[in-house]
């Protein structure tokens, strides 16, 4: 019994010391702010999609997803992780880089440039359109999205380094606000989606407020330094993200728009509360994760795996009530396996979506990349595999779910070998 309560004492005062450390107080300010800011921006989004799949219906609604789509997987090509890499560099060094800005907004430029080779010859070619199971007019607006929420992120990514979060809630508000009003007062795809194009410019303009730029500042040896880490920081985009929005488009190529609309309702209603809690934790944690004192990192990542099947529990929780709830106001039917399935999914997506900020910013970039391309396979696998057994539906969920699975254990099985192991004490014996 007293060992017990000396172990129990003992936790205790670790959890305390770990709570009174400067950088878990910072956090904390910054999810107050980002907390409340982007959950109304993202209400806003919610009732942007929800207009379209009540009013607009579900086709319509399904083919909105798969411009979304195309403008994912253009836009992860075009930042190849910029985002990522100007968090990590700045944070890092703790203090204005005057040149990395210039020289992540040119080479966004350059990459969004030659994605736009491969479109053209895409868009001028009626078999590959066919192959894709998409349209000339959904892949013009795809690019035109993706190029604008490409200066939009990298934009975001500076204010982001710098904890200037007010200006990112700020841009957020006004990217979705516009959107909306759009699709409100138009009741039309294509003007909604000039209004999407507009919000995000006028964000991207909000963002750059105060941010060093000029042509003076361009360097080759400074876009030397940012290729490196940016390939390896984008792996989750270009290949997971992507990963993922394929599957709209391989769901579109097996059955029709409607299809892609109820599975989008089905994973928009069940992710729609996850997605913004994980952003924020992850704007909030990411760039104090990265400056945290070295000897600490193992500590925090032990509590942050202890709390592992809480965080997964909690995050499954609320996915399943959110996805009834939400897919009534969306007046799609539903499916319980599939919602199941997502909810599962959404539980290991918040603990990843955690746990990774910890390992990129422990030099794990590259193992964060492995884990990405091996939970991309097994995706893509099992998607394909299942797809005669359980329908195009139900088989991509399972394959999300799986990648999950895939990623997060590799990440676990990483940080124990290479970051906790050596800051293990050694026995005599050793």
């Not at 939009?152 to 809630?169: G, H």
Request: glycine share 8%.
């Amino acid at each position: 019994m007293a060992n017990t309560v000396a172990r129990f004492a003992s936790a205790f005062q670790k959890v305390r010391d770990l709570l009174s450390l400067r950088f878990i107080r910072s956090i904390l300010r910054g999810l107050s702010v980002l907390g409340a800011g982007y959950a109304l921006a993202k209400i806003i989004s919610l009732a942007e999609e929800l207009f379209i799949g009540r009013y607009l219906g579900v086709q319509v609604y399904g083919t909105y997803l798969i411009i979304l789509a195309i403008a994912t997987i253009l836009n992860s090509v075009m930042t190849l992780g910029l985002p990522k890499a100007v968090v990590k560099i700045v944070a890092e060094r703790n203090e204005r880089i005057a040149d990395v800005p210039t020289n992540a907004f040119f080479m966004a430029f350059f990459l969004s440039i030659a994605m736009s080779v491969p479109v053209i010859v895409i868009g001028y070619s009626n078999s590959l359109l066919t192959l894709l199971g998409i349209t000339q007019y959904e892949l013009i607006f795809g690019y035109i999205i993706a190029f604008l929420l490409t200066l939009y992120t990298v934009a975001q990514s500076f204010k982001l380094a710098l904890y200037k979060i007010r200006f990112v809630v700020v841009a957020d508000i006004i990217y979705w606000s516009v959107a909306l009003i759009f699709f409100v007062l138009f009741r039309n795809l294509s003007l909604g989606l000039v209004g999407i194009c507009i919000g995000s410019l006028l964000g991207s303009l909000v963002l750059i407020q105060r941010v060093p730029l000029g042509l003076t500042r361009f360097s080759i040896p400074g876009i030397k330094s940012l290729v490196p880490l940016s390939v390896y920081l984008g792996a989750d985009s270009v290949l997971g993200v992507s990963a993922q929005q394929i599957s709209i488009l391989y769901l579109n190529v097996i059955a029709t728009a409607y299809a892609v609309g109820v599975f989008g309702a089905h994973y928009r209603s069940s992710i729609f509360l996850i997605v913004p809690l994980v952003t924020v934790l992850s704007m909030a944690l990411y760039p104090r994760f990265c400056s945290i004192d070295r000897e600490l990192r193992p500590g925090v990542g032990r509590y942050l795996a202890y709390f592992g099947i809480p965080i997964c529990f909690a995050g499954f929780l609320l996915s399943y009530v959110s996805g009834i709830f939400f897919l009534q106001i969306f007046r799609v039917a539903l499916i319980p396996s599939l919602l199941l399935v997502l909810a599962v999914y959404s539980g290991l997506f918040v603990f990843n979506r955690i746990w990774d900020k910890l390992v990129t910013a422990c030099e794990g970039a590259k193992m964060v990349g492995w884990g990405i391309v091996f939970g991309t396979f097994a995706f893509l696998s099992v998607m394909v595999v299942l797809t005669p057994f359980l329908g195009g539906m139900l088989a991509i969920a399972t394959g999300m779910v799986s990648s999950e699975i895939v990623y997060g254990v590799l990440l676990l099985s990483w940080f124990k070998l290479r970051v906790t192991r050596k800051r293990e004490p050694k026995t005599i014996s050793e």
